[in-house]
DNA sequence: TTTTGAGTTGTTCGA
DNA sequence: GTCGAACAACTCAAA
């Protein structure tokens, strides 16, 4: 008679216990060991905000899976010396995951599939509602354009929440952990969301009971900040997007889409691996950018916040304190990068990617892509943003610009998006404009006028 | 097979 | 003050 058989659930992005079908599959063992690898790989590029709320998530999860009698194994160390190593001590016969698409992820679980050897590592479910991959043209080929994905993506379907009770599963424990780490240092009066899969819960009913009805007139404005605030624990996979999903009615098309953006940029991710990195649309790579000593002096000032534009210097300085910004300001900081000060916009997203908890590198990246206009969906090259009209159309009072730049506090009412405008000028303590919004406007339309009309793309147009 | 129209997120200019 | 046009080029699906 063969003794009891033991899984591992290995916890990456999914870090929870409801809705979870990795979980409902490593449940089909009699005992199942919960496992989190800290990867040096992963941990190395990340913000001490993020690396905190990854920190915390997992305290929630270990606490969530002792309530069941269970517990969290932490280890740290190399994926593909680390999983085959508890699946040893556990004596365990299979591990589960939840399926990666990221070009990194992708490819680490390539080798611990390798390194796992007779142990099979199983693949079910993902971070989507429809797995990357999946949606594809009737020719067979990826979409390059949100539209007509989101519509086959919306006819497609996906699958009701599913079955995970943790309470029915016989936890395996005694396996050595190192356990979660101390949080690292963090910024004075900075202030994470609460981690872990109630409080996603708990975030997700707020917002279904007081924001979502006014969420498609709303969602633009950063001083009312009627936004889910889905996307860190989405990021974790504190909740799935499927159980949002299931409670959106037809009214709620203009959050559903949002959620169909995220499943848009991962497929996008997974089809081109590369255009984390790489321009989307490669004859862009030719766009002269601003490099030297100035130019590092401009990207320093944005990252501080100290461009000089309010609503710029708001939403950076939001960025350095939350680890958040609002979409609508990432829209706007993102097209003064590229279009004001002429940077590449891989210099905006690695700073993204650094400071944002939610950080999510196929959101981010062709986010910063289509600012661009480099990426899928390319915003026309003539589309650049004001920051002084963006700042009083959805800022209209200014109130979220005078809370995170202090300096504008003595401008009353939209008089704060333009401080030089005011009787007694920029306030002493504020910086001057950094560049004329107007002339790199025009430098910037010139610019993309000329890298279109270049014969290589062989629509040459002579002005 | 070819044509046609529409497409996340904008701004400016001139009538 | 409001409104439409102009600012390109390309993808995709329906006709």
């Known amino acids: 008679m063969p003794g009891p058989t033991t899984s591992v659930m290995w916890f990456r992005r999914d870090l929870r216990l409801r809705d979870h079908p990795a979980l409902a599959a490593a449940a089909g063992a009699d005992r199942v060991v919960a496992l989190f690898v800290l990867d040096d790989a992963l941990r190395r590029p990340s913000g001490a905000p993020r690396l905190a709320f990854l920190y915390q998530s997992l305290r929630d999860l270990d ?16 994926p593909e010396n680390v999983v085959p190593a508890v699946a040893r001590d556990a004596g365990a016969t299979s591990v589960h995951i939840s399926t990666d698409f990221g070009p990194y992820g992708a490819a ?25 991959g999946r949606i594809v043209k009737s020719d067979g080929q990826p979409f390059r354009v949100f539209t007509p994905f989101y519509r086959t993506w919306s006819a497609h379907g996906w699958p009701a929440p599913a079955e995970s009770d943790p309470a029915r599963i016989s936890w395996r424990r005694g396996i050595s952990s190192a356990g979660v780490p101390q949080d690292p240092k963090l910024p004075p009066r900075l202030i994470l969301p609460d981690a872990g899969e109630q409080a996603a819960y708990a975030t997700w009913h707020r917002f279904r009971q007081d924001g979502l009805r006014h969420y498609s007139d709303d969602r633009n404005r950063p001083d009312l900040d009627n936004t889910s605030r889905m996307s860190v624990y989405l990021k974790y996979g504190a909740i799935h997007p499927r159980t949002l999903l299931a409670d959106l009615g037809k009214q709620d098309e203009t959050f559903r889409r949002e ?28 766009m002269p950018y601003a490099t030297g000593k100035i130019a590092d002096a401009h990207f320093a000032a944005w990252t501080a916040g100290r461009t000089g534009y309010p609503i710029v210097d708001a939403g950076m300085r939001q960025l350095l304190a939350e680890g958040w910004m609002h979409n609508r300001v990432r829209m706007i900081v993102a097209s003064f ?9 891989t210099r905006g997203a690695r700073h993204f990617m650094r400071h944002l908890v939610d950080a999510d590198l196929a959101s981010n990246q062709h986010g910063w892509q289509w600012t661009a206009g480099t990426g899928t969906d390319a915003a026309p090259y003539f589309r650049v943003f004001n920051p002084i009209s963006q700042g009083k159309k959805f800022d209209p009072d200014g109130n979220y610009v005078r809370r995170y730049v202090p300096e504008l506090r003595g401008l009353p ?35 993309y006028r000329r890298l279109r009309g270049r014969p290589s793309n062989g629509h040459a147009t002579d002005r």
Do not use: C
């Open 259 to 286: 959620l169909a953006w995220r499943e848009f940029y991962a497929a996008v991710l997974h089809f081109w691996p590369d255009s984390a990195r790489d321009y989307f649309v490669p004859s862009m790579r030719r």
């Open 413 to 447: 009412g939209a008089a704060a998006h333009e401080p030089w405008q005011g009787p007694a000028g920029v306030p002493a303590d504020y910086v001057e404009r950094i560049v004329d919004h107007a002339a790199e406007r025009t430098r910037s339309l010139a610019n």
């Open 337 to 345: 990068l590229v279009k004001d000060l002429h940077l590449e916009w």
């Open 63 to 78: 606490a969530e899976l002792r309530r069941h009698g269970g517990e969290l194994v932490v280890r740290r160390g190399t």
């Open 108 to 132: 680490r679980d390539k080798r611990v599939d390798a390194a796992l050897g007779e142990v099979p590592l199983i693949r079910t479910g993902s971070a989507y509602a429809v797995a990357p």
